[in-house]
């Protein structure tokens, strides 16, 4: 059973803040990382994807991959309370459907 | 271009009746999935399809039926609806799983209450 560990939070953080947030998957040979953002009520959207060791730069946000030590996460720089959402991170071996975490909620506080 | 439209958007059913949940994509995607999220849960994977005429279990098929007569339509079939299919569903579609630029579409979901 491949699994995708996520702390539920919540999370939070002043505004102009950086959030960080972490998810660990279980399977060695997971290829491609997703980080997706879901607002209550609202589908998840992909906002940052991330396939090989060490950082990846988009805006305010940078997604961060260890495959070492199966661990991927998610940094967002000068948080703004827009940012506050719930936070998926999925994870696919290549050849499978994603698999989600739980999600962290993410709250910024004005 | 509508993207991928779920209807309906919320349904109550009584313990024991049926219902289909519609799915329709328009961006011509072979890869169309069926997910359920529970309050303060993921997404868990129901079935999947990789193309007309072919389907997949996921994590939690138990309960439901999926088809895939047309490239554009994945109905998610309830039978004998329970208490515990309480849930908001989502479809989504994608070109591919194994192209990493071909993230999944989703719908707006269906909202569905058993009681």
């Known amino acids: 059973q491949k699994e995708v560990e996520q702390n539920s939070g919540p999370l939070s953080v002043p505004e102009g803040a950086i959030a960080s947030l972490n998810c660990t998957y279980s399977d060695r040979v997971s290829q491609s990382f997703f980080w997706y953002r879901q607002y209550s009520g609202k589908s998840p959207e992909l906002i940052m994807s991330i396939y090989s060791n060490g950082d990846k730069e988009d805006g305010r946000f940078t997604a961060q991959l260890n495959k070492a030590s199966q661990y991927v996460s998610l940094l967002i720089r000068d948080s703004q309370p827009s940012d506050s959402a719930t936070y998926l991170c999925a994870v696919n071996a290549g050849n499978t459907p994603l698999v989600f975490g739980k999600g962290t909620r993410l709250s910024v506080i004005a | 271009n509508a993207g991928v439209t779920q209807t309906p958007k919320f349904r109550i059913l009584k313990i024991g009746q049926s219902m289909t949940l519609q799915c329709t994509q328009d961006?011509?995607?072979?890869?169309m999935y069926w997910y359920r999220q529970d309050p303060g849960m993921g997404l868990k994977l129901i079935y999947y399809s990789v193309g007309a005429g072919i389907t997949d279990k996921g994590e939690v098929p138990n309960g439901y039926n999926v088809s895939r007569s047309t490239t554009e339509d994945f109905p998610l079939r309830l039978e004998l609806a329970a208490p515990s299919q309480t849930s908001v569903y989502f479809c989504?579609?994608?070109?591919?799983?194994?192209?990493?630029?071909?993230?999944?579409?989703f719908g707006n979901g269906t909202r569905l209450t058993v009681t």
């Open positions: 961006m011509n995607h072979n890869y």
């Open positions: 989504a579609s994608s070109y591919s799983v194994f192209d990493r630029n071909s993230p999944l579409h």
